[in-house]
């Protein structure tokens, strides 16, 4: 590893003041950066420490129904939270469906955003990678592409976005608060990512220096509450990213859906949205038969990039899965204990 | 590079050294403090060998910079055992329950076990299969580790009975 220098940020403004020197880097959890580090793939010359920056671990309930989540609150405390469990039931499973204990423990909610591409060849410094070498080409294609992106992908990156945690996020609209040389401003998650295009070295909208102090999800997201699950199917039963996912959210009234959401996880450089499918459902039963329709219509534009075409399938199937298992009032399902989710993984093997 | 002071208290010791800022807490307790108990398998964050307990949560110490512990409290499985050498019931229930074969993951196992029993009591198996999925283990097939921290559960509620009795 590289040595640099390393700074504890005593404030957001000190924060993005040191953010902006080239070549520094903001350190979370670490979880991620550090092993970037220690394979030499990411060569940071000066670390900001942001872990003590006061009042960002903290889980606001807003007066209207919403959360807003601060950008260092850990992925095990966020996902425990009895409250928050309750009312974004879907955000909370898919928070405990990554990584171990340990890792949940550290990671922080605006570092799981923020997490980078698992694609083997990324991990590789001896392969080349346009997303860590502008131009180098890429390893993947042609390569080892099983897990690789089936959705918005380009010939020049085809690889996809391994958090859990952000596809119920972009299924509920969560906000991203961004904190920066330029002020404060506000970005909805799913416009916060960048499809890889001819740069897939830019992955999000952060400019230098500017820093993610918290996450929130609207009201609305809350009145799913009864009805929204996150299935996730991997190559192992635990401690495995996802080959691909789904978070789903029915809001159901009598024998009718009044409003879908849908997002696909392991399939993009993003989670993707699927707002046909979401569409397709309205004023629909919340049966087999639309929900295998909204799964047509979810990977509508899907083609393989690789050894890859059976995760087409893969996540039509897991798309009507999804919803049936939301279909079933979900409210008592949770468990806020720690070391308590056994219903959960159950359900999610089955 | 110049090395900057650190702070910590580990196994209720209070510890004061230098360390450059690239050196990985595993590395600072292994090869500085001589505390060579928590292991390093994959230095990836990937096996648990690693595990030690840092402010009341379980971590693997080979992803945290040593700058980052200013101030923790940290327990290793050296600070497991009493003073006179007698046995944590954790490390008695593994001796017990052939919890370890070749006993590389056993103090990182020890280490999370124990903050999972602070946690949870009297986990179900299948609550200790989920609380320890992140301590890879290539000997016991973990059949007799969740054998053995069921063991410890008991022997532990035991123990605070007997306290509280006193
Ligand atoms: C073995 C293993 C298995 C895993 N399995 C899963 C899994 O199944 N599912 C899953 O979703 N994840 C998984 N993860 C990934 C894990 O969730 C992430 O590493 C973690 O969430 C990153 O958070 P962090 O706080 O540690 O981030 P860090 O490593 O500290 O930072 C990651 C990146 O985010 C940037 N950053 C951090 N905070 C901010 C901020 N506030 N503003 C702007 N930029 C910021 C950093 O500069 C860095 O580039 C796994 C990781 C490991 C090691
Ligand atoms: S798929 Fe993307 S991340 Fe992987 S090698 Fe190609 S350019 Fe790099
Ligand atoms: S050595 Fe830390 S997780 Fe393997
Ligand atoms: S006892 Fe050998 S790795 Fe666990």
Known sequence: ?350 | MKKSPVSMTINGQPVEELVEPRTLLIHFLREQLNLTGAHIGCETSHCGACTIDLDGKSVKSCTIFTLQAEGAHIRTIEGMAAADGTLHALQEAFREKHGLQCGYCTPGMILRAWRLLQENPDPTDAEIRFGIAGNLCRCTGYQNIVAAIKHAAILMAGAQQKEAAE
């Open chain 1, 1 to 350: 590893m590289n040595q640099f220098e390393y700074e504890l940020a005593p404030n957001v403004e000190n924060a993005v003041a040191s953010g902006r020197s080239n070549g520094a880097v903001f350190l979370a959890g670490g979880t991620n950066l550090i092993d970037l580090m220690k394979g030499n793939l990411v060569r940071p010359t000066r670390l900001v420490d942001i872990n003590r920056l006061p009042g960002l671990d903290r889980i606001e309930f807003l007066p209207d129904g919403g959360v807003r989540i601060g950008a260092l609150v850990r992925n095990s405390d966020l996902a425990h939270d009895p409250k928050f469990a309750r009312d974004f039931p879907a955000v909370a499973e898919a928070l405990l469906s990554g990584a171990s204990p340990q890792l949940r423990n550290a990671a922080t909610v605006a570092g799981n955003v923020m997490q980078r591409t698992r694609c083997p060849y990324f991990y590789d410094a001896a392969s080349a990678c346009n997303k860590r070498e502008p131009g180098a080409g890429c390893e993947a294609r042609g390569g080892h592409s099983r897990l690789q992106a089936i959705l918005g992908w380009s010939a020049h990156c085809i690889a996809t976005h391994p958090s859990d945690f952000s596809v119920p996020l972009v299924a509920f609209d969560a906000v991203v608060e961004i904190d920066g040389p330029q002020g404060r401003r506000d970005v909805a998650l799913e416009d916060f990512y960048l499809l890889p295009g001819n740069t897939p070295e830019r992955e999000t909208i952060l400019a230098p220096g500017e820093l993610i102090v918290a996450i929130r999800l609207p009201a609305q997201a809350a009145l799913f509450a009864g009805h929204a699950r996150y299935l996730k199917i991997r190559d192992r039963t635990s401690y495995a990213f996802a080959v691909v996912s789904a978070a789903a959210g029915l809001r159901i009234e009598g024998d009718r859906i009044v409003e879908a959401r849908l997002a696909l996880g392991g399939v993009a450089l993003k989670p993707w949205r699927a707002r046909a499918a979401e569409a397709c459902l309205m004023g629909r039963r919340a049966g087999r038969e639309e929900f295998a329709e909204a799964s047509m219509l979810a990977l509508q534009e899907a083609r393989p990039s690789g050894e890859n075409e059976f995760k087409i399938e893969l996540a039509r199937r897991l798309v009507v899965r999804a919803f049936e298992r939301t279909a079933i009032d979900n409210t008592a399902r949770l468990s806020p204990l720690p070391a308590s989710i056994v219903n959960l993984t159950e359900e999610i093997q089955r």
